[in-house]
C-alpha cells in the first residue's frame, strides 16, 4: 500500500475551483460548529445551566440554545453573553504589522438585554507580533 501525504491528497480538490470552493465552505461550517460547541462548554463549565442564562440575559431557555448553535452571532451579542457569564470579551484584529484589541469588560448590574450598555468597547493599539505557526 502506498502512502500519500496531504498536499498530494489535497491537490486536486485544490486545482478543481468548484471543489476547493466546496472544501473552503465546509471548512467555515465546521469552524462555526466549533465555536458554538465552545460557548457552550464555556457556560456548562462555569456550571451556568441555559435556563439561568436565559434568566440573566432576559431571553428564553430556547434562545440560549439557539445561540449556543448560532454559526454567526453579532458581536453584540457576545457582549451581552460576555456580561452574563461575569466575563471580558476581547478581539484582536490584525493587519500587516498593525494590531487593534477591543475589549469589552461586563458591567454586573447590567446583565439583561435591554439593560445592556455597549459604549464600553474600548480601542487600544498593540505593537506589531510576531507570530509563528
Not at 17 to 35: L, N
Not at 86 to 99: C, F, K, N, R
Not at 105 to 127: G, W
Request: charged letters at 25%.
Amino acid at each position: 500500500m502506498t502512502t500519500k501525504s496531504f498536499d498530494e491528497l489535497a491537490a486536486p480538490i485544490d486545482a478543481d475551483p468548484v471543489r476547493s470552493a466546496r472544501a473552503e465552505e465546509y471548512g467555515q461550517k465546521v469552524e462555526a460548529r466549533i465555536f458554538a460547541f465552545q460557548l457552550a462548554e464555556l457556560r456548562s463549565e462555569l456550571g451556568i445551566n441555559q435556563v439561568d442564562l436565559a434568566e440573566k440575559l432576559g431571553i428564553t431557555q430556547g434562545g440560549v440554545s439557539r445561540l449556543e448553535r448560532s454559526a454567526d452571532p453579532k458581536l453584540s451579542t457576545l457582549c451581552k453573553l460576555t456580561s452574563a457569564l461575569g466575563g471580558t470579551l476581547s478581539i484582536e484584529i490584525s493587519v500587516g504589522d498593525h494590531a487593534v484589541n477591543l475589549t469589552y469588560t461586563s458591567s454586573p448590574e447590567s446583565a439583561s438585554l435591554e439593560e445592556q450598555d455597549h459604549s464600553r468597547v474600548e480601542t487600544v493599539s498593540v505593537p506589531p507580533v510576531s507570530r509563528s505557526v
